[in-house]
Nanobody, 123 residues
Framework: VQLQASGGGLVQAGGSLRLSCAAS????????MGWFRQAPGKEREFVAA???????YLADSVKGRFTISRDNAKNTVYLQMNSLKFEDTAVYYC??????????????????WGQGTQVTVSS
């Protein structure tokens, strides 16, 4: 099983980025897919998750700015990030949880993790 995150980079505040996470070695459509992030000196925190194709969950801090989506035909989950803020700077990780997961916001529920992609927002 492999989750490969990409799309990170350096962007000015107010800008946009789209992260992608390509999955292989698993039946992608069966899994809840999530994004977490970890800033230096801080704990990993939930950002967004998607169950099936339409049930989405977003952290309060990103609601109205970030959107999560998936393409099951491409085994890929996306995180569209708009109106980026300096405090969005972090390493972003994609992760997969079993479909029966009840607590999609908990990192403990996720069984597979990608390697992370750095997002840096300059103020």
């Amino acid at each position: 099983v492999q989750l490969q995150a990409s799309g990170g980079g350096l962007v000015q505040a107010g800008g946009s980025l789209r992260l992608s996470c390509a999955a292989s070695g698993l039946t992608f459509s069966w899994y809840v897919m999530g994004w977490f992030r970890q800033a230096p000196g801080k704990e990993r925190e939930f950002v967004a998750a998607i169950r099936g194709s339409t049930s989405t969950y977003l952290a309060d801090s990103v609601k109205g700015r970030f959107t999560i989506s998936r393409d099951n035909a491409k085994n890929t989950v996306y995180l569209q990030m708009n109106s980026l803020k300096f405090e969005d700077t972090a390493v972003y990780y994609c992760a997969a949880a079993n479909s029966g997961t009840a607590y999609v916001t908990s990192a403990d529920e996720y069984v597979r993790w990608g390697q992370g992609t750095q997002v840096t927002v300059s103020s």
